[in-house]
């Protein structure tokens, strides 16, 4: 499975993105996907994931309440949508599928990764 991460930009905080990950291949709809990000310095951090059917999410805490993660499995593609973007919200964002149907927030529970997609949020 090929991930495509795009949607990333260059924004002022308080505004919206909106992020797509785009599958290669139709098992894409089995599997859940997640959200993670890595800002410079930093570790890779979780901050979302949605399950196979949509019907479970799961959010960082840090971005509760402003990002939503969805999916639309007829399009093999995911979406996070951002409001409210933070300067700290700034770092590359990856797209991940993972190994079961389920949310899960570990990296270690994904096995293809998306080349990720830039965001950087000025104050």
């Known amino acids: 499975v090929q991930l495509q991460a795009s949607g990333g930009g260059l924004v002022q905080a308080g505004d919206s993105l909106r992020l797509s990950c785009a599958a290669s291949?139709?098992?894409?709809?089995?599997?859940?996907v997640g959200w993670f990000r890595q800002a410079p310095g930093k570790e890779r951090e979780f901050v979302a994931a949605i399950s196979w059917n949509g019907y479970m999410k799961d959010y960082a805490d840090s971005v509760k309440g402003r990002f939503t993660i969805s999916r639309d499995n007829a399009k093999n593609t995911v979406y996070l949508q951002m409001n409210g973007l933070k300067p700290e919200d700034t770092a590359v964002y990856y797209c991940a599928s993972a190994l079961s149907s389920a949310v899960t927030t570990t990296a270690r529970g994904y096995r293809y990764w998306g080349q990720g997609t830039l965001v950087t949020v000025s104050s």
């Open positions: 291949r139709r098992t894409f709809s089995n599997n859940a």
